[in-house]
């Protein structure tokens, strides 16, 4: 069977194939060709080899649904019949120009899977409901981001965050394998500032990630302030309750210009009260922290409900009010389930 040759990192292909393993990665990352025979610098037999015992592409574009706000959800099947989703969030940035101007740019993020399914469990998310089923190889995870910037040509550089379906750091050799082969400067060059790992909360994995110092982003899904509606919430935070991720998140190398990411999922009468905002600014006491404020979906089948828009504005402004910024996240692609825990494996 033919390897897919995004699992390999440039190190690899250099210890196969020498000096020609950054002509590979520009063709195949910079020019976007797949198909061998066109890297035209490589020598014929070489171009033979590669065909012989490699290919590029491996995820085939099941669907593509685009929602209202511009929202992309592609529907990828991987060679083994399975699926998985990724989500493209398209937004707008103003930044002032050299002559003092405002100028619009605009700006992508490109949302990961990096499992089909999940061991996690969460409560109110999709993806949980149909278990977990496998890892996805580096190069699974890598194409998504790759396909993606084949669509789009475009200039501008795209951020990733790998928050689709699965939990990265439970893929944890993949997950930095693909960091690494996005960041490459001879491929897509997506520096790790731009790329965002976001957990469930793995504490001793979160602990492992900043051992690497690799410059990546986190982002935690907490959600909860105790452990017990946590654990409801998120089972395995039997395993890494609340205080253990915050002591993690403290411990990992951030880059203190910046801020670590919090993502909380408001749910009416469950976590959205004032009560609880009160203990979320004493948890997060010492870290320079955003806190994403995060509408829950309802979906089929889910017995939580959305808050209402005064209880997240009250909780919002509580928050800010302290010194803690807080935002609250318009979810992107709700008529197309695309938003935060409704990416799932389809059968088509
Ligand atoms: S929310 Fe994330 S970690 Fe939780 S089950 Fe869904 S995919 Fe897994």
Excluded at 156 to 168: F, I, L, Q, R
Aim: aromatic share 8%; hydrophobic share 35%.
């Amino acid at each position: 069977m033919k390897k897919n040759i995004l699992d390999f990192s440039k190190e690899e292909l250099k210890s196969k194939f020498g000096f020609r393993a950054k002509q590979l990665y520009h063709w195949i990352y910079q020019k976007e060709k797949q198909n061998f025979s066109e890297m035209e610098n490589l020598p014929k037999k070489l171009r033979a080899e590669l065909e012989e015992s490699y290919k590029i592409s491996n995820l085939e574009t099941l669907q593509k649904q685009e929602a209202s706000d511009g929202t992309v959800k592609y529907l990828f099947r991987l060679p083994d019949g399975r699926t998985v989703e990724t989500v493209l969030i398209r937004m707008r940035e103003e930044r002032v120009g050299e002559s003092g101007d405002i100028l619009q740019q605009a700006r992508y993020t490109v949302c990961v899977s990096t499992q089909v399914g999940c061991k996690v469990g969460c409560s109110f998310c999709l993806t949980a409901k149909g278990g977990f089923v496998r890892d996805l190889s580096a190069g699974e995870i890598v194409e998504q981001v790759l396909t993606i910037r084949r669509e789009l040509q475009n200039s501008t550089k795209e951020n990733v965050v790998y928050m689709g379906m699965g939990e990265p750091l439970d893929n944890f050799d993949n997950l930095v394998k693909a960091i690494n082969i996005l960041q490459d400067e001879n491929g897509l060059a997506i520096a790790p500032r731009r790329q965002t790992v976001s957990t469930s909360g793995i504490s001793t994995k979160i602990d492992k990630l900043g051992s690497l110092d690799l410059g990546v982003h986190i982002a935690i899904s907490l959600h909860a302030v105790d452990d017990e509606v946590r654990t409801e919430l998120i089972p395995m935070n039997k395993a890494f309750n609340i205080q253990s991720i915050i002591d993690a998140v403290k411990r990992f190398p951030y880059d203190n210009r910046k801020r670590v990411m919090f993502e909380y999922l408001v749910i009416r009468n469950v976590n959205d009260s004032l009560q609880s905002a009160k203990k979320l600014l004493k948890l997060l006491d010492g870290i320079k922290a955003k806190i994403n404020l995060i509408y829950f979906n309802p979906h089929e089948g889910s017995e939580f409900q959305r808050p209402t828009e005064k209880s997240m504005m009250e909780f919002a402004d509580y928050l800010n009010q302290r010194g803690l910024l807080a935002t609250i996240r318009a979810s992107k692609g709700i008529d197309i389930s695309a938003a935060c825990g409704q990416l799932r494996e389809q059968n088509l």
